[in-house]
């Protein structure tokens, strides 16, 4: 087996080119209606679509990892992320942008496959930190993303961010190949088609209104329709899950208090992370006459990376902590900044700019 700490900085890379994608076109959201000659209502879903994908795919993936080989969805998931890179590179217009990026979410499922695979192959006592490390790479890759994509928009084509992508995930892939083994550890059964189709309906219904609730407005009979419905099938789905002989996933499980409190958490650190990766280039780059900072792109891109250069520095030694404090005590601890208000109040001075 080759040394650990190479399979803990194989699955880490691999994290990074998730959230590197993911980050990609976070500048350049204000840009996009120009670059793709669409409206701002239409270039949202470039963003849409991604997270949408992701949604949908990360459980599913898990799922086939664990019946058929952690390493091998991996490397599906990455040629998937090659797949869309190529088309978003060669698409002139939205469309084929859209189509791209969809196919690029699918690799947000990589990190916790990584995760699993960690837990699998490594000793005991390394697993907290390289589970700490790979989690990290949600924030260090958007730190490294932000920056690059500013610099490639503002003096190249924007398609050499995709084709950039591409290249990064074929060698991750030949890294993944070489290095990280292959599962052992696998559960037998067969795939929830059923349930896996129902979760698709039912994410995709609730993620499109929320995302679109705000354009389409919130008591819209389109959005009504598409989040009352998806509540309604994820409730369905739930029933469904918890009467199959073979589940996509396991709610008696998840239900369990310790195990629904952490997953709750989860998704609110998730949330408030995406979301302020997402909302705050957008504000930093609005004109100051509609309420934003009227910065440049690279200017607001250094602006949010010093969040994500955090989360590399403290990654090493959050395992340590967790190990001394517990890992309760070091998530209260890690949430308390983030839910610390962000917003500043400008004067009226001339020299601000704003009032």
């Known amino acids: 087996m080759p040394p650990q700490g190479a399979i803990i900085a194989v699955l880490a890379v691999a994290g990074l080119c998730s959230s590197f994608m993911f980050t990609l076109v976070v500048p350049i959201q204000t840009k996009l209606p120009e670059l793709l000659d669409a409206s701002r209502e239409d270039t949202a879903w470039v963003v849409t679509s991604t997270l949408v994908a992701a949604a949908v795919m990360t459980p599913i993936a898990g799922r086939l990892g664990d019946m058929y080989g952690k390493r091998r969805m991996v490397l599906w998931l990455l040629a998937v992320m090659v797949v869309g890179s190529i088309i978003t590179a060669l698409s002139p217009g939205l469309v084929g942008v859209i189509i791209g990026r969809t196919l690029q979410g699918a690799m947000t499922g990589v990190i916790p496959l990584g995760i699993s695979i960690l837990r699998d192959v490594l000793h005991k006592d390394r697993v907290d930190s390289a589970i700490a490390l790979i989690s990290a790479t949600l ?24 084709w950039m992508t591409a290249a990064f995930g074929v060698i991750v892939f030949g890294l993944v ?67 199959a002989s073979a589940p996509l ?33 957008q504000i930093l780059e609005l004109p100051v006459s509609t309420g934003g900072f009227g910065l440049s792109l690279l200017a607001a891109s250094l602006i949010v990376m010093p969040s994500g250069l955090v989360m590399m520095l403290l990654s090493p030694y959050s395992g340590k902590l967790a190990g001394i404090f517990g890992p309760k005590l070091l998530l209260v601890l890690g949430a308390i900044p983030s839910s610390a208000p962000t917003a500043s109040r400008c004067c009226s001075h001339p020299r601000c700019g704003r009032s």
């Open 177 to 243: 190949v070489w290095i990280v083994p292959v599962s052992v550890l696998r559960t037998g059964g067969r795939f929830d088609y059923l349930g896996a189709i129902g979760m698709a309906v039912g994410l995709v219904g609730i993620l499109i209104a929320l995302s679109r609730g705000n354009e389409w407005g919130w008591t819209s009979p389109t959005t009504l329709l598409l989040g009352v419905g998806g509540v309604g099938v994820l409730v369905l789905w739930g029933w469904y899950q918890m009467r």
């Open 249 to 281: 996933l396991n709610l008696r499980v998840a239900a369990r208090l310790p195990v629904l409190l952490t997953n709750l958490a989860s998704v609110a650190m998730g949330f408030a992370l995406f979301s302020s990766s997402v909302a705050y280039p």
């Open 139 to 162: 924030g260090v890759g958007g730190a490294l993303g932000l920056p690059v994509s500013a610099l490639v928009t503002e003096y190249t084509d924007w398609h050499v961010l995709f």
